[in-house]
């Protein structure tokens, strides 16, 4: 099944996370935690912890994600996580992952699984899908 929408940031708080040992490279690398918003197949909010090195100026680098989202997708309601990370060298995503975390649905998207993907419109609008699978054999209840 597929569950599509758009998404917005509602809050980006960077915090302060000292990796040790301390280690100098050309990007630095930062923490920060997210509020999202979906609308549209895919329904509710999530929390997102985003770690990325990332050169503002030149708008390089790398980031990964872990969200827990709470809503619905295609009606059906619930949680689950999923991860995601994604390269960019200016204005492309390049080596792209996605996945819905095995066994971290509850409610209605109890079992789910599968991937999906992110996407940003050249009008900034950030467009997000879910490419899923429910098991049959989970409780839903």
Do not use: C
């Not at 204005?91 to 819905?100: C, K, L, N, Q, S």
Request: proline letters at 4%.
């Amino acid at each position: 099944m597929r569950a599509s929408g758009t998404f917005t940031v509602k809050s980006f708080v960077p915090t302060d996370v000292t990796p040790s040992p301390a280690v100098t490279t050309a990007l630095p690398v930062g923490v920060a935690v997210m509020e999202k918003q979906f609308e549209g197949e895919v329904a509710g909010r999530a929390a997102t912890v985003f770690t990325a090195a990332f050169d503002q100026a030149t708008n390089v680098g790398t980031y990964v994600a872990m969200e827990s989202f709470e809503g619905s997708l295609n009606g059906r309601d619930g949680a689950f996580n999923f991860a995601h990370s994604a390269s960019t060298s200016g204005g492309d995503r390049t080596g792209e992952y996605f996945v819905i975390v095995p066994s971290s649905g509850t409610g209605e998207l109890a079992g789910i699984s599968g991937g999906g993907g992110i996407a940003v419109d050249e009008d900034g609008t950030h467009r997000v899908w879910f490419d899923y699978d429910l098991d049959p054999g989970a409780d839903r209840g």
